[in-house]
């Protein structure tokens, strides 16, 4: 089973910031990994797809990064309304596992 | 637009089995794998299992021995029963459509429903 360390657990930011999300992965994943953001009460959003690519519909100020076993979720020019819980997902082998979460505040 | 919708008992007994179903609108349940994740109250997300139409399903080893998953074409839904549940089967449980036939995650998610174990 593939572990994925996700960081920070917690991280408050201004508006205009860069941000940074980390997911490690315990065993090489080629580039299988998902990212999702999700407010409470509502159903998680698909944001980043194969580590690197923009899903369809989803802001430009969201990248991912990395190959392997590191990952990176970057949004620039933060926004108020990108204050959320982000997490990743390995789907290289199963089963599917998570990284346990960023809660991000925007100030 | 595909939306899900979790529905089922909000309180389950112990040793009993927990009966979820998701209803499907905006596609058809006969594409893609269906899966159900799941998280306890401050606690990481853990994927369940996931059923495609031919009947082909996918557990995590921790449960597997507990988890049946069944396909309702004629009323669009999926479903979800978790047997000889504990406390720590109390979780928000999401269903969620796998991107495709084969293994690329997910695309949609439910808002997903709270269960809790108690007598």
């Known amino acids: 089973e593939t572990t994925l360390t996700q960081s920070p657990a917690f991280m408050s930011a201004t508006p205009g910031d860069k941000v940074n999300i980390s997911c490690k992965a315990s065993?090489?994943?080629?580039?299988?990994v998902n990212w999702y953001q999700q407010k409470p009460g509502e159903a998680a959003i698909f944001i980043i797809q194969e580590a690197t690519t923009l899903v369809p519909g989803i802001s430009p100020r969201f990248s991912g990064s990395g190959y392997g076993t590191d990952f990176t979720l970057t949004i620039n020019s933060l926004e108020s309304e990108d204050a959320a819980f982000y997490f990743c997902l390995q789907h290289d082998n199963f089963p599917y596992t998570f990284g346990q979460g960023t809660k991000l505040e925007v100030k | 637009q595909v939306q899900l919708q979790e529905s089922g008992p909000g309180l389950v007994k112990p040793s009993e089995t927990l009966s979820l179903t998701c209803s499907v609108s905006g596609g058809s349940i006969s594409s893609h794998y269906w899966s159900w994740i799941r998280q306890p109250a401050g606690k990481g997300l853990e994927w369940i299992g996931r059923?495609?139409?031919?009947?082909?399903?996918n557990y995590n080893p921790s449960l597997k021995s507990r988890v049946t998953m069944s396909l309702d074409t004629s009323k669009n839904q999926f479903s979800l029963r978790l047997s000889s549940v504990t406390a720590a089967d109390t979780a928000v449980y999401y269903c969620a459509r796998d991107r495709s036939s084969e293994s690329y995650g997910f695309d949609y998610w439910g808002q997903g429903i709270l269960v809790t174990v108690s007598s």
């Open positions: 065993q090489d994943i080629d580039d299988d």
């Open positions: 059923m495609y139409i031919s009947g082909s399903t």
